[in-house]
């Protein structure tokens, strides 16, 4: 036993006989949830006038990947000439901005948690960045990886205000991942396969995901009793890696060698760095297909007998979905693996609002209230798998 926020007793997470964790001696509860979108929306015929043609020429792979992916616009923080119009801190704190009122102003916030797979700098860290756009003292903390990173966030200030230890804090996700999807970051690389009498067209890993990601950010505000109308009691928040099993699928900052072996961007030489396009976002699509699905629902089966959960039992299911490609899939290896949650009690914004990597979750969740869909009592399921290195978070959320 140890003493808490003002001498309160708390009773810290502990490892049970039947491999649950005891609960901290707060509830803790989702109070408000926030998002911002960058500029106008940007439909798929658009999408070129923003991010340009590599070497001059229209992609090979935008209209397959657009066929596929369902998403029928997104938001850029760029304009017409690709020119940046917020940093990925300025897309946070405009979400962070957007959870005060009724009572509560920003300064009455004690706990900053972000996580993104696009941060604007190596160092400072993406939540001092964010922090600099605020105007009082916080506790920070960030978040490395990729989509998962919002969920990281969203258990450390679960954990901070269940301990005891804070009044309140912040989760957040966010990304700015289109001034790296720019086709001048490719053109070195058009140049070298020229030179060297190829055609200099883009592997498929690179071209894949400028026509699947888009910017924006979202956060969520964690209080020990609920406010307002409504707000979600959180049950529990669980994520596992999948490393040790699985190699490098999503990556930034590296590249692979004609192996498959992932090196990081300290063992390329300077001129490599732009002639590889290292630093652009990749993603091993036929690695991607094998795991991506039946390695995640594995372990939400092995996350529903542990918490004694009945899919029966969830009223709303959120998963985060690079593509509609994927939602089947999803669904059916659910199915197949005893924990199936109808189709009429999923709810996806994925098409209006674009792939939003760590944001993504939060922002279904902000529009899933916003839109009426929740009542009292209600059980909300939160599932983001991550294809980085293969991690996957689950949340469940009562309403009350």
């Not at 340009?52 to 020429?57: A, L």
């Not at 797979?117 to 990729?146: R, Y």
């Not at 966030?153 to 954990?159: I, R, S």
């Not at 928040?237 to 192996?259: I, N, P, Q, T, W």
Request: charged share 20%; net charge neutral; glycine share 10%.
């Amino acid at each position: 036993m140890f003493l808490g926020r003002c001498g309160q007793r708390l009773l810290l997470p502990v490892r049970t006989k039947g491999g649950k964790n005891a609960k901290a001696l707060h509830d803790v509860y989702i109070t408000r949830v926030s998002g911002f979108l960058p500029n106008a929306p940007v439909s798929n015929a658009e999408m070129t006038d923003f991010l340009g043609m590599i070497d001059g020429k229209p992609s090979r792979a935008q209209y397959i990947v657009l066929r596929n992916n369902g998403i029928v616009q997104r938001h850029y923080a760029l304009d017409r000439q690709g020119r940046i119009t917020h940093s990925n801190a300025q897309l946070v704190a405009e979400a962070v901005k957007g959870l005060a009122g009724d009572g509560l102003a920003v300064r009455d916030l004690e706990v900053l948690a972000c996580g993104t797979s696009s941060p604007d700098q190596f160092l400072p860290s993406h939540a001092s960045q964010v922090h600099g756009e605020l105007d009082h003292p916080l506790e920070i903390v960030s978040t490395a990886g990729a989509c998962c990173t919002g969920m990281h966030a969203l258990k450390y200030g679960y954990m901070s205000v269940g301990a005891g230890l804070s009044r309140n804090a912040v989760a957040a996700g966010s990304e700015l991942v289109s001034p790296m999807m720019l086709a001048r970051n490719f053109e070195r690389e058009t140049e070298r396969y020229r030179e060297l009498e190829q055609d200099p067209i883009i592997g498929f890993e690179k071209e894949f995901l400028r026509w699947m990601l888009s910017d924006g950010a979202a956060a969520v505000l964690m209080e020990p009793a609920p406010r307002g109308p409504l707000s979600l009691r959180m049950e529990w928040v669980v994520s596992r890696s999948f490393a040790h099993e699985l190699d490098v699928c999503m990556y930034s900052g590296g590249d692979k060698d004609v192996d498959g072996r992932y090196h990081g961007w300290k063992h390329f030489l300077p001129q490599d760095l732009a002639g590889r396009s290292i630093f652009t976002m990749k993603q091993d699509v036929k690695l991607l297909g094998r795991n991506i699905v039946p390695v995640g629902v594995r372990f939400l089966r092995e996350t529903f007998e542990r918490h004694g959960l009945d899919p029966a039992s969830i009223d709303h299911m959120l998963v985060h979905l690079s593509s509609m490609f994927f939602r089947d899939k999803v669904h059916d290896e659910m199915v197949a693996q005893g924990i199936g949650v109808p189709m009429d009690k999923w709810f996806i914004n994925l098409p209006r609002v674009g792939n939003v990597g760590s944001a993504s979750i939060f922002l279904q969740l902000r529009d899933l209230i916003a839109e009426g869909h929740v009542k009292k009592g209600q059980k909300v399921l939160l599932m983001v798998p991550e294809s980085a290195r293969f991690s996957y978070a689950f949340a469940l959320l009562t309403a009350v």
